[in-house]
């Protein structure tokens, strides 16, 4: 895979996936502002891989600070932090890496400003790397659950894509193929900007995994029909409580799975948990563009124009409806989910 998200001499590249699967292209930011923008415009997108993004956004954005004090310093990259807070406010993961970015600089204030700016460089690649060793952990622990000859469903896109590296529903896929199982992938369409039909779909076709993939509202009828075995998504942000937020739909999915006695499984590293949200009802849920539901990804128009439109990117799946959160430091019912952290 092409790497989402890295650091380079000219900048941050980022594997530009509004254009997946049609054309495969790396833009790179050479300011922290042109980084906040791709986060907003979904060239990269996935929870973990917006807290890796924003963490080499706010150390790209420090290289350019010219300050000579550490107060000026300090308040110049707090602006920034909170420029880069303000693109997406559901996926926890931002917070989580700012936060690490933050410390960095609080202690660091006995070092030398040039140090400094280093520092924050290494910090960003460590929560990439730390990314990649979770998700391959997450795949360990979640394989353990697949069988073979399952045919497992996934919603939106959890794999490379969505992390720096190997994916959480996609890793937990990925290690059951590894392991030789004889399984298969449906992947729902994900209305509306149908990441599962672009990006879950390209992904596992180059792993070559077999694929299917569905509209949004066929899956409860393949659930009827036998065909689904388990369902496995990843997620933006868990509460204390297990309450999961994640693309619009998932709600659906969950519902379904529950009906019809099928596994439902959320699988996500550690730093999606946000031990202050006591509950999913707390959860920010991000509201876009009608842009992205009266045009079918941009194009043709498949609405009336001027109808009112709601676009929420994300919706909360209750605990209840949750058979099991897979960590990068284990498997657990949801309501357990503070014992791992």
């Excluded at 672009?198 to 009827?224: F, H, K």
């Amino acid at each position: 895979m092409i790497p989402t998200v890295e650091w380079s001499e000219e900048g941050v590249r980022i594997l530009d996936q509004r254009l997946l699967p049609g054309k495969v292209e790396v833009c790179v930011c050479n300011n922290y502002q042109s980084v906040a923008q791709a986060i907003r415009e979904l060239r990269v997108r996935g929870a973990p891989a917006i807290g890796v993004t924003a963490a080499m956004g706010l150390a790209l954005g420090a290289q350019a600070l010219s300050t000579q004090s550490f107060q000026d310093f300090q308040e110049g990259f707090e602006r920034i932090s909170q420029e880069m807070s303000a693109t997406r406010p559901t996926a926890v993961n931002l917070f989580w890496a700012i936060d690490r970015m933050k410390q960095v600089v609080f202690q660091g204030s006995n070092e030398s400003l040039e140090r400094l700016k280093q520092r924050l460089i290494q910090e960003a690649q460590m929560i990439l790397e730390d990314d990649i060793r979770m998700n391959h952990a997450i795949g360990t622990f979640g394989a353990e659950l697949i069988r073979d000859g399952q045919t497992i469903l996934t919603h939106c896109n959890a794999g490379a894509l969505a992390t720096a590296g190997y994916g959480t529903a996609l890793g937990v896929i990925r290690s059951a193929w590894k392991q030789k199982k004889n399984i298969s992938v449906i992947a729902d369409e994900t209305r509306p900007v149908l990441q599962g039909a672009r990006l879950t779909a390209w992904e596992l076709q180059q792993d070559g995994i077999p694929t299917t993939v569905i509209t949004d509202n066929a899956a409860g009828a393949l659930m009827y029909q036998g065909k689904i075995h388990v369902c496995v998504v990843g997620a933006d942000r868990i509460a204390a409580n297990g309450d999961v937020a994640n693309k619009i739909g998932t709600y659906s999915v969950a519902v379904l799975a529950k009906v019809h006695g099928i596994p439902f499984y959320v699988a996500a590293p550690t730093s999606t948990v946000d031990a202050k949200m006591v509950s999913g009802k707390d959860i920010p849920i991000e509201q876009r563009s009608a842009d992205e539901v009266t045009s079918l990804y941009g194009g043709c128009p498949i609405a009336p124009a001027g109808i009112d439109v709601l676009n929420p990117a994300f919706d909360v799946t209750p605990a209840e409806y949750i058979t099991g959160i897979i960590t990068d430091r284990g498997v657990c019912a949801p309501q357990d989910i503070l014992t791992l952290i």
